[in-house]
């Protein structure tokens, strides 16, 4: 048998990135093979083994015919008179249908290398229409290239387009869906990622709402103010947050709460008193959500002119105060109920109006 380095490993060598995961495409096996070698079988609907030292996947060489709708709906056959070949045919795009040998001989039938010269993603085969994540995937290799110039050749957008048209992307799992934009989220130049949906008609569909030009260029942005999904995502929905967002994509709470938060302080006045200052803070639900206000400060501070570094920084100190200002006290004194209350709010107005 013929055990070969393959995908994004072959692809991020050749383009002179580091890479952390490497998979091992095994040609000339059967399952027993492995099993016998020490390999540890994951599950059964693949032939994917887990190396019995380092851990790393190896999978037999396959084919797969769709047969049903959905992830699961594939046949899957793999023998040993299965080709490399064959099992490079079946991926979705030439720079990720490449091949490493033991003797370090680079494997390209279908242009793969040619393809990272040109800049250019293209899809293996007709094959790509029989998985509707490809479409993301491909949108999300366009964000993590594009610093190196590389866009999605016109017959590939020309086949994603009619895969949108004929609707195929409707039978995407919510799951999946959110998996491939939060990750597409932290890629380089998340901006193309969205983009690129936009101009496939995709937007409304899959979140649902309409990307506007503004959001997108928005993301871009900031986009090298801070890297995580969490914040990047309230800067692209804030002036179109929806109770619908989370219809088709499976979006954590976070999420939904930080776009929440976010769009209903981009309608909000600037405070011009520690009594705004606190209502807002009430609004927002500052005192419980600590780690994610300030994930919204960051956020409105970089796309609310009307917020000057001042603001952020006073707001952030009212709140710091007024945590500080509890209930414990009062009730000592023999307050109860509404009463309570009343003398916190006061208490802390009384502690932060120094501030404006």
């Known amino acids: 048998m013929d055990i070969l380095r393959v995908g994004g490993a072959v692809r991020d060598e050749l383009l002179g990135y580091a890479f952390d995961e490497v998979d091992w495409v095994v040609v000339g096996a059967n399952p027993d093979d492995l099993l016998n070698a020490g390999f ?17 996947e190896y999978a037999l060489a396959r084919t797969e015919r769709k047969v049903g709708r959905g992830y699961n709906g594939f046949t899957v056959h793999a023998d040993p008179t299965v080709t490399l070949e064959e099992d490079l045919r079946r991926r979705d795009l030439t720079i990720n249908a490449m091949a490493r040998s033991a003797q370090g001989e680079l494997i390209d039938p279908y242009g793969g290398e040619k393809d990272l010269r040109a800049r250019r993603l293209r899809h293996v085969s007709d094959s790509f229409i029989e998985d509707p994540l490809r479409v993301l995937r491909v949108c999300r290799f366009a964000a993590r290239y594009h610093h190196l110039r590389f866009e999605v050749a016109d017959e590939t957008m020309d086949l994603m387009g009619l895969m949108v048209k004929r609707g195929e992307l409707a039978e995407l799992a919510p799951d999946r869906l959110w998996r491939e934009t939060e990750r597409a989220l932290t890629e380089r130049h998340p901006e193309v990622f969205f983009s690129l949906l936009h101009s496939l008609g995709l937007d409304t569909p899959m979140y649902p709402f309409t990307l506007s030009q503004k ?34 994509a499976v979006i954590p709470k976070r999420h939904l709460a930080i776009s929440r938060l976010t769009a209903d302080l981009l309608l909000r006045e600037k405070p011009r008193s520690a009594s705004d200052a606190l ?45 500080s200002i509890g209930g414990k006290a009062f009730a000592a004194q023999g307050l109860t109920g509404k009463d309570v209350k009343l003398a916190i709010q006061k208490e802390r107005v009384d502690a932060t109006k120094h501030l404006f």
């Open 279 to 323: 209502d807002l803070l009430d609004r927002l639900d500052a005192f419980r959500q600590g780690s994610l206000f300030e994930a919204v400060l960051d956020v409105i501070d970089c796309i609310d002119t009307r917020f000057e570094a001042a603001d952020i920084l006073r707001i952030q100190t009212i709140r710091t105060i007024a945590a």
């Open 40 to 56: 540890k079988q994951v599950g059964n609907d693949f032939p994917v083994f887990l190396h019995p030292t380092t851990g790393e």
């Open 215 to 248: 959001a997108i260029e928005r993301l871009a942005s900031v986009r090298n103010q801070f890297g995580d999904s969490l914040r990047r995502w309230a800067v692209l929905t804030a002036d179109d947050f929806s109770l619908e967002l989370a219809h088709r």
